[in-house]
């Protein structure tokens, strides 16, 4: 019961450069408790999801101080980073049961309802494939799921939560020019318009250290991963799955 495994970015070969996979530093705001660990994920004894490649966590910093020089009383949140195969598996399962009693169907019994389902859940979460040719991004630790918080620590509001299914997740569903196209269009236009400056303002900084953002994730960044290439046009991800075994 997992989405597809093939993905536009999935034939781009990998040449892992061995970079470290490092433990973020005090400058970047953890957002805690861990949301997937706090539902019982197996990460496993030492394996923080606070952790990502060295040459991430430092295009990260490169971010945070665009940001800041733009709104200084603003920061970066980390809400997710390093990612093992065997926790991608567990929320995959975890998010399609809970879309599935969202919408009254029973996750065991096969159908198309089912099905639309999964597809929908797989625009969001990549497939956990243990195919080191094609690793989930997260697994890479090139990949970051984050948003931007008040100097106080408190996330600001983009318009929707992280890891929603729907096209409220777009990183360009607030634009202005798309609101006719919105069936749930908001009676407060002013408040969109915020919305969509915050969500192209993280993009714009993540965009300036480096970092190419998901397609359909407002909240999603990667460098170096497969996706990274195939949105910048490189001929190969320099970051492939991270075995924790590496030390």
């Known amino acids: ?23 973020l530093p005090a400058q970047l705001l953890r957002l805690e408790p861990h949301p997937y660990a706090s539902l019982g ?39 997710d980073g390093w990612r093992p195969v065997r926790v991608q598996q567990f929320m995959v399962e975890h998010t399609i049961e809970s879309e599935c009693r969202r919408l009254g169907l029973d996750p065991r019994q096969s159908g198309p309802e089912l099905e ?63 609101r006719s196209e919105r069936l749930e269009a908001s009676l407060e236009p002013l408040l969109e318009q915020e919305w969509h400056r915050r969500r192209s303002l993280l993009r714009e900084v993540m965009a300036a250290a480096g970092f190419a953002q998901h397609p359909h994730e407002w909240w999603h960044f990667s460098h170096g991963d497969q996706l990274w290439a195939w949105r910048q046009g490189a001929a190969a991800a320099i970051y492939g799955g991270w075995d924790p075994g590496r030390g």
């Open 116 to 178: 639309a389902v999964i597809a929908d859940v797989g625009r969001f979460w990549a497939p956990p494939s243990p195919d080191p040719a094609t690793p989930p991004p997260h697994s890479t630790g090139g990949a970051v799921d984050l948003t931007l918080a008040s100097s106080g620590g408190e996330p600001l509001d983009l318009g929707g939560e992280i890891d929603a299914i729907g096209a409220v997740s777009e990183p360009d569903h607030y634009d202005p020019t798309r």
């Open 1 to 23: 019961m997992s989405p597809s495994p093939l993905r536009p970015w999935s034939p781009i070969p990998i040449q892992d450069s061995a970079e470290a996979l490092i433990p």
């Open 41 to 79: 994920a197996p990460y496993g004894d030492g394996c923080s999801p606070f952790q990502l490649r060295s040459g991430v966590v430092e295009r990260l910093l490169r971010a945070q101080g665009e940001l800041q020089r733009q709104h200084s009383d603003w920061c970066l949140a980390i809400f």
